[in-house]
């Protein structure tokens, strides 16, 4: 079985590494296309353009890695199969819907507790955000120019093209000038509100790790508190220092970056697979149940137990049984658990009554059985 | 100190379903089953916690990687994160542990109880069980009282999985190989009306 998950990591690491080369030399291009050739690009930016280069390629890799596992892949394949034939508009509708639902307003988060759905919503917009504005800047797809004519005037440039021209005491310069400070504190709040649950909730304390779930929050307090800092620094302290703050920034969000394609935050990139098997249950409701070889009773689409199977063999399991019932996968879970008793009743030597009269406590603090086992139906002479 | 179960010493008292919802991992929410072998016939029940396989089949067959194994060998409940509610381990798993939970659309299940016996304490359902069906000690403790023996090897059709934790057998089998055909629901019935 070892042998086999080697054989299958080794013929998924070459594509898993062509598709990470792609996506690196994507960025480069959009790079060098956005900035018409260089001329845009800020050359300040250039730790932020190289981490985020790097972050791209390991994320499209690890990506590859991901859908090419037999489940991920079954039902990779199967959520577009699901999607062209159940009707494309009807499918749409539905997806968007989920969007919605799940990403947009992260209802599903809500339902565990309403602090942290409040926690993801600050931690995820004010994240959200503060790419959307970083990463175009970064690539040099957006910049601004002071018009020569009136100083008090900025010009918008969109892949090197002007879009529009506003003044530097507008609504709008402001919105545009402070989004990232207003993300880092959406942020920040995010980050508070998840201490407070690390710090209190019995759950979490048990079963936090440093790595996964401590590290983030580090990494999100660092990149909001060096970005706020910089605001701050030229407002109040008229740069004193900036070149240090905003070197100590470039290296927070450069190991956020990093940090992206192999911790916590990939469920970001691995979320969207919720949409997919949305589709799949879907069909799984309207589709023909599974019923149990030994109980007679529906316990789950067909159509998931014949993917089962296919996916249990490809992960090199073999489940497939003799006789009547053919595969383990038709027998339901409520059934696997009682024919664990029934298979120990069923290989007790000998005959007598399981745990019969109270047995005696010995010095452990075992109860030690006085009495062989039984079969676990009455003995039909007693009954009868 | 490992996890010893013995369903034929279960008495169906509940103890493990109350306490185990009291776990802080997963606090409120029981993760042990606790079945009626055959209600129709015998009141015997039967405690069911997971297993935590050496190469678990519910980690494998997961599409999103939700299910992690710690170093110790405890698999752990899905990453709520990752988790998108596909119920594949569910389905998958051949001891029938996993839970899928509705209102939050992911899977839970048993990780014996992991902020307790990382830090050498009894997972919850072991603490209060008074039969001793689900004890948690010493194995030099279990051999020298019990007469049936612990294995933690088992065949469902072809596949061999091996566990971590240690079901009680009779002292001649040293691997379970779980028969279904012979103990169809509603067979026995069958044959008792044919005696009669």
């Not at chain 1, 190289?50 to 991901?66: D, G």
């Not at chain 1, 402070?178 to 995010?190: D, E, F, K, Q, T």
């Not at chain 2, 509610?85 to 839970?108: E, H, T, W």
């Amino acid at each position: 079985m070892h042998n086999g998950k080697v054989t299958l990591r080794q013929k998924i690491a070459p594509q898993a590494g062509l598709a990470g080369s792609v996506a690196a030399a994507v960025v480069v291009s959009s790079i060098f296309l956005g900035s018409s050739n260089l001329s845009h690009f800020d050359w300040a930016l250039l730790p932020y353009a190289l981490a985020t280069i790097f972050s791209a390629a390991a994320l499209t890799y690890r990506c590859a890695v991901w859908l090419q596992r037999p489940p991920t892949k079954r039902y990779w394949q199967q959520g577009w199969r699901l999607f062209w034939q159940g009707g494309v508009i009807h499918n749409s509708l539905y997806l968007t819907r989920l969007v919605i639902d799940n990403f947009a307003a992260q209802r599903f988060i809500a339902r565990r507790s309403r602090q942290r759905w409040l926690m993801h919503l600050c931690l995820s917009w004010g994240s959200l955000l503060a790419f959307a504005v970083t990463f175009p800047l970064v690539f040099g797809w957006v910049h601004f120019e002071t018009s020569a004519a009136d100083l008090h005037t900025y010009q918008l440039f969109v892949f090197g093209v002007k879009l529009q021209e506003f003044s530097v005491d507008s609504v709008q310069a402001l919105l545009f000038f402070n989004a990232l400070n207003l993300s880092a504190v959406l942020v920040l709040v995010g980050i508070a509100l998840a201490l407070h649950r690390r710090l209190t909730e019995p759950e979490a304390l048990a079963l936090q790790q440093f790595s996964q779930d401590l590290l983030p929050l580090l990494l999100l307090f660092a990149v909001a508190v060096t970005g706020l800092g910089l605001t701050l620094n030229a407002r109040w302290l008229h740069g004193q220092g900036f070149g240090f703050l905003a070197l100590t920034h470039a290296a927070a969000v450069s190991a956020l970056l990093l940090y992206l394609p192999f911790g916590k935050l990939f469920h970001i990139f691995q979320r969207p697979a919720h949409l997919g098997v949305g589709l799949y249950k879907q069909a799984a409701q309207a589709g023909p149940p599974a019923q149990c070889v030994r109980c007679h009773q529906a316990f789950a689409s067909q159509m998931q137990v014949e993917d089962l199977k296919r996916v249990l063999s490809e992960l090199e399991f073999d489940y497939r049984c003799n006789g009547p019932v053919l595969h383990y996968q038709h027998v339901c879970p409520p059934c696997r658990r009682k024919l664990l008793a029934l298979n120990q009743g069923k290989n007790f030597p000998g005959v007598g009554v399981w745990g019969s009269g109270a047995g005696s406590t010995d010095d452990s603090g075992l109860l030690v059985s006085n009495a062989g086992p039984r079969p676990l139906t009455p003995d039909p002479q007693v009954e009868g | 100190m490992e996890f010893f179960i013995d369903p034929s010493r279960c008495i169906g008292c509940q103890g493990c379903v109350h306490a185990c919802a009291e776990c802080d991992s997963h606090r409120g929410i029981s993760m042990i089953h606790l079945d009626f072998v055959d209600r129709s016939s015998s009141p015997q029940t039967t405690p069911t916690v997971c297993m935590h396989c050496i190469d678990p089949t519910c980690a494998r067959v997961c599409p999103a990687d939700a299910i992690k194994q710690t170093a110790d060998g405890i698999v752990q409940s899905a990453l709520q994160p990752r988790c998108i509610g596909c119920s594949n381990c569910v389905l998958a798993c051949p001891f029938g542990v996993p839970r899928y939970i509705p209102k939050i659309d992911q899977m839970m299940k048993c990780d014996m109880c992991y902020d307790r016996t990382a830090v050498g304490l009894k997972p919850m359902c072991a603490t209060v069980c008074p039969s001793g069906a689900l004890y948690y000690g010493p194995r030099e403790a279990i051999e020298k009282n019990r007469r049936a023996h612990p294995i933690n090897t088992f065949t469902f059709g072809r596949q061999v999985v091996k566990t971590k934790v240690n079901f009680m057998a009779g002292s001649t089998v040293e691997e379970l190989e779980i028969d279904v055909a012979n103990f169809m629901e509603g067979a026995g019935e069958q044959e008792r009306r044919e005696d009669t």
